[in-house]
């Protein structure tokens, strides 16, 4: 068997098939952590729950119901709120966490971010457009 052609057969294999999205990528991971802890933890349930978070993961993995796992994503993804960008790529949020300050509008309690290490800034809020300073 040439070393391209186990590629070639997975790919086809994949073809229209989910794929791993946030959710599995998320589930995995968070086997890999409670196989880790029961090295140390010594409890029976801890491998249980840890095979069936890779089970699941491999069934999402491999579904061909794009729709329902796509909805079931987003549904994860919203639940997550703030967190998100944690979960989906934790060395891009602690560059933006490191890089700029997120500060709430005192009118509309909108988000904005400014840059940190500037001093004093002028911020204008994009939805209401009120002014307010912001020291960052």
């Given at each position: 068997?040439?070393?391209?052609?186990?590629?070639?057969?997975?790919?086809?294999?994949?073809?229209?098939?989910?794929?791993?999205?946030?959710?599995?990528?998320?589930?995995?991971?968070?086997?890999?952590?409670?196989?880790?802890?029961?090295?140390?933890?010594?409890?029976?349930?801890?491998?249980?729950v840890?095979?069936?978070?890779i089970?699941?993961?491999?069934?999402?993995?491999?579904?061909?119901?794009?729709?329902?796992?796509?909805?079931?994503?987003?549904?994860?993804?919203?639940?997550?709120?703030?967190?998100?960008?944690?979960?989906?790529?934790?060395?891009?949020?602690?560059?933006?966490?490191?890089?700029?300050?997120?500060?709430?509008?005192?009118?509309?309690?909108?988000?904005?971010?400014?840059?940190?290490?500037?001093?004093?800034?002028?911020?204008?809020?994009?939805?209401?457009k009120?002014?307010?300073?912001?020291?960052?």
């Amino acid at each position: 068997m040439a070393s391209g052609d186990w590629q070639r057969r997975l790919g086809e294999w994949l073809q229209g098939r989910q794929g791993p999205d946030d959710l599995a990528v998320f589930s995995t991971n968070l086997a890999i952590v409670i196989v880790i802890v029961n090295l140390f933890a010594r409890v029976s349930w801890l491998g249980w729950v840890a095979l069936v978070l890779i089970a699941y993961s491999m069934f999402r993995i491999q579904s061909k119901n794009l729709g329902r796992r796509a909805r079931e994503n987003e549904a994860f993804l919203k639940a997550l709120g703030p967190t998100r960008p944690w979960v989906q790529n934790p060395r891009a949020a602690w560059t933006e966490l490191r890089t700029y300050k997120h500060v709430k509008c005192s009118s509309c309690k909108q988000r904005v971010r400014v840059p940190r290490g500037k001093g004093k800034l002028r911020v204008t809020c994009p939805r209401c457009k009120a002014k307010f300073e912001v020291r960052s």
